[in-house]
């Protein structure tokens, strides 16, 4: 019996780790969106996309198959 609520236990924290973990993923995205939503009038008048925000815009795609958020 206390070996099997180690284990629950154990697959519980694993469980909150994997949740913080996506909670933070979130996050990063939401503060990402943020910096494109300022940046906007930049990427409209630009011919090509600003250096400095292309890593945000790579990001923003490669997550948007990967997170259910509308």
């Known amino acids: 019996m206390k070996e099997n ?5 154990r697959i ?3 469980a909150l780790i994997r ?3 996506t909670i933070e ?3 990063i995205l939401q503060l990402t969106c943020e910096l494109l939503f300022e940046r906007i009038k930049l990427i409209s008048i630009s011919k090509d996309v600003p250096d400095e925000l292309k890593s ?3 990001t923003l795609i ?3 198959n990967r997170v259910d958020i509308k």
Do not use: N
């Open 25 to 27: 993923a979130y996050e």
């Open 19 to 21: 949740d913080d973990g």
């Open 56 to 58: 945000s815009i790579s």
């Open 62 to 64: 490669w997550a948007s």
């Open 12 to 14: 519980r924290a694993e």
């Open 5 to 9: 609520k180690e284990e629950k236990a």
